[in-house]
T-cell receptor, first 109, second 114 residues
Framework: KNEVEQSPQNLTAQEGEFITINCSYSVGISALHWLQQHPGGGIVSLFMLSSGKKKHGRLIATINIQEKHSSLHITASHPRDSAVYICAVGLYNTDKLIFGTGTRLQVFP | DVKVTQSSRYLVKRTGEKVFLECVQDMDHENMFWYRQDPGLGLRLIYFSYDVKMKEKGDIPEGYSVSREKKERFSLILESASTNQTSMYLC?????????????FGPGTRLTVT
């Protein structure tokens, strides 16, 4: 069983829809990261969370430490949001990350 | 602006060749990482380095070696490339001055071994 599980693996949406991507983990963590990877490969960090909720524009990330679960929400989705979204967790006392397998999102006009 | 660069975006090599992938960061970061990314498997850590000349094996080090002679540069070496090393290779760095454990990624090198 993977230590970081994401769902769904693939997601298609119409422009304007509300999107939710889920991440569950089974290890003790110092922080959880949401990353975005566009076609072509480059990865950018969207959020780093250790508790609660963060918001940046149309993106919202939440984490429930007790349940070991995080969600990434995209409000009013747009075709430019089409990308792979990756959840990663940072382990205690280490600089290493463990990655989920990613969620491929396609938003159609 | 933070920057991690990789020597090539696309690379095609023959089986048995020695392959060098270079990564350079301009943020004075202590930590540097090499990952490979394969469909359905996510990013997997090959090696990481927490200081010059220091290295530690990741989850899948077999068939790879690394070199870190200068703080800003971390090289991944495929001693004798094989077809199962065809993959996307991503370099990342992190260190003091960044948010705790945040990693900055390079653009990736798509390596094909024929």
């Amino acid at each position: 069983k993977n230590e970081v599980e994401q769902s769904p693996q693939n997601l298609t949406a119409q422009e304007g829809e509300f999107i939710t991507i889920n991440c569950s983990y089974s290890v003790g963590i110092s922080a959880l990261h949401w990353l975005q990877q566009h076609p072509g490969g480059g990865i950018v960090s969207l959020f780093m969370l250790s508790s609660g909720k963060k918001k940046h524009g149309r993106l919202i990330a939440t984490i429930n430490i007790q349940e070991k679960h995080s969600s990434l929400h995209i409000t009013a989705s747009h075709p430019r949001d089409s990308a792979v979204y990756i959840c990663a967790v940072g382990l205690y006392n280490t600089d290493k990350l463990i990655f989920g397998t990613g969620t491929r999102l396609q938003v159609f006009p | 602006d933070v920057k991690v660069t990789q020597s090539s975006r696309y690379l095609v090599k023959r089986t048995g060749e020695k392959v060098f992938l270079e990564c350079v960061q301009d943020m004075d970061h202590e930590n540097m990482f090499w990952y490979r990314q394969d469909p359905g498997l996510g990013l997997r850590l090959i090696y990481f380095s927490y200081d010059v000349k220091m290295k530690e094996k990741g989850d899948i080090p077999e068939g790879y070696s690394v070199s870190r002679e200068k703080k800003e540069r971390f090289s991944l070496i495929l001693e004798s490339a094989s077809t199962n090393q065809t993959s996307m290779y991503l370099c990342a760095s992190s260190g003091a001055g960044t948010r705790l454990y945040e990693q900055y990624f390079g653009p990736g090198t798509r390596l094909t071994v024929t």
